[in-house]
């Protein structure tokens, strides 16, 4: 019987897909006596932010791949409405990018064009929508919150102390959960340059992330470079805040889905 030989690219691959399949659980301690509305804003919040924080590294990755033909990246200027899937909002931001005029209902700001209204945009928008538009035409999403890297809720107790189980990139959601500690670490290695460099493929998302050092290995311009650093250290804070708020404790893998 002839032995069938798996590649390390095919380790990588299943690697990341096993970790999009489990769940990262976490807990508060600081829980008890707390409005039950605090720990929603405290589940909705991390999910904003994890989606904020994927397309931080895929704006990053786009820029840093040399093979992609890239006019510009644009992100809406409004954000998807708290009670829709986002399917239809997508739609409508396709619409605007394909066929703009003044009747479009969302308001597309590009990064290339203006830096200063597209990051001010990523800021304000508690769940924008980002796409990328090719030479070739094509407009490509950055991110599908619906799809296998999209935070998802496996589980949530609400007894003191609360657990909540997330399941997506767990290195996303590590780092998230650990983000005090990683907002320090980057200010370190910024002071002291000893950022490493790491590989560009997208399959690091699922280990351990740090804008850092995908920042000082990537082609984008200092300007950009500048921006995502602010972008990504105040993103980091406000989700330390929310830690602190609940208490929240490192995580650790659960089950499968």
């Known amino acids: 019987m002839k032995k069938e030989y798996v590649t390390l690219e095919q380790l990588k691959i299943l690697k990341a897909e096993e970790n999009l399949q489990k769940c990262i659980e976490i807990r508060g301690l600081n829980t008890v006596g707390l409005p039950i509305w605090i720990i929603n804003h405290y589940i909705k919040s991390t999910c904003d932010n994890y989606n904020k924080l994927i397309y931080l590294i895929k704006i990053i990755g786009l820029y840093s791949d040399e093979e992609i033909k890239l006019i510009d990246i644009g992100i809406s200027t409004t ?15 396709i619409e605007t990018v394909l066929y703009p005029n003044e009747k479009n209902k969302i308001e597309i700001k590009w990064l290339n064009d203006n830096p200063e209204d597209f990051w001010k945009s990523f800021r304000n928008c508690e769940r924008p929508v980002c796409v990328a538009k090719m030479e070739n035409g094509e407009i490509v999403f950055l991110h599908n919150p619906r799809g296998p890297e999209g935070i998802k809720i496996c589980d949530v107790s609400y007894h003191s102390p609360i657990d909540i ?3 997506g990139s767990t290195g996303i959601i590590s780092d998230l959960v650990n983000a005090g500690s990683i907002v320090r670490n980057d200010l370190r ?8 460099m790491i590989t560009q493929n997208l399959l690091t ?31 980091m804070d406000k989700q330390n805040k929310l830690n602190k708020k609940l208490g929240i404790t490192s995580p650790g893998y659960d089950h499968r889905i």
């Open 189 to 196: 290695m910024q002071d002291e340059h000893e950022a490493r």
């Open 165 to 167: 189980s997330f399941s």
């Open 79 to 93: 954000s998807v409405p708290i009670d829709k899937d986002g399917i239809e909002f997508e739609e409508t931001v």
């Open 205 to 235: 998302m699922q280990e351990s992330i740090n804008v850092l050092d995908k920042l000082n290995n990537s082609n984008l311009p200092g300007s950009h470079k500048e921006y995502i650093l602010q972008n990504f250290n105040a993103l």
